[in-house]
């Protein structure tokens, strides 16, 4: 398949590292193209390039991300054959102890 676009280089993720790549790269000469995606958060909040440590904060984002898609890989976890306790609910102060280390 043809296309009407032309790059030397592509660079997939618009974070720190991508954009860094990407810069050092147009500045040897080379056409560069940059793709990034930010699926919107259930209230629609979205940002455009920096990533998550330029835009929210890495450690902390990092672990509320992961606490907010626990119950979803519990449930999947679970079809896929682990044991988990259905009882067990999420600590919201665990949490946010864990994030202000």
Same mark, same amino acid.
């Given at each position: #398949?043809?296309?009407?676009?032309?790059? =030397?280089?592509?660079?997939?993720?618009?974070?720190?590292?991508?954009?860094?790549?990407?810069?050092?790269?147009?500045?040897?000469?080379?056409?560069?193209?940059?793709? =990034?995606?930010v699926k919107p958060s259930?209230?629609?909040?979205?940002?455009?390039?920096?990533?998550?440590?330029?835009?929210?904060?890495?450690?902390?984002?990092?672990? #509320?991300?992961?606490?907010?898609?626990?119950?979803? #890989?519990?449930? =999947?976890?679970?079809?896929?054959?682990?044991?988990?306790?259905?009882?067990?609910?999420?600590?919201?102060?665990? #949490?946010?102890?864990?994030?202000?280390?």
């Amino acid at each position: #398949m043809e296309s009407e676009y032309q790059f =030397d280089f592509f660079v997939i993720g618009g974070g720190s590292g991508g954009l860094a790549t990407a810069k050092q790269a147009a500045e040897l000469g080379l056409k560069v193209a940059l793709a =990034d995606f930010v699926k919107p958060s259930t209230q629609g909040t979205t940002w455009g390039l920096g990533g998550t440590c330029v835009n929210v904060g890495c450690i902390p984002k990092k672990l #509320m991300h992961f606490a907010s898609i626990g119950g979803e #890989m519990r449930h =999947d976890l679970i079809e896929a054959g682990w044991d988990f306790n259905p009882n067990s609910a999420h600590s919201w102060e665990k #949490m946010q102890h864990s994030v202000e280390k």
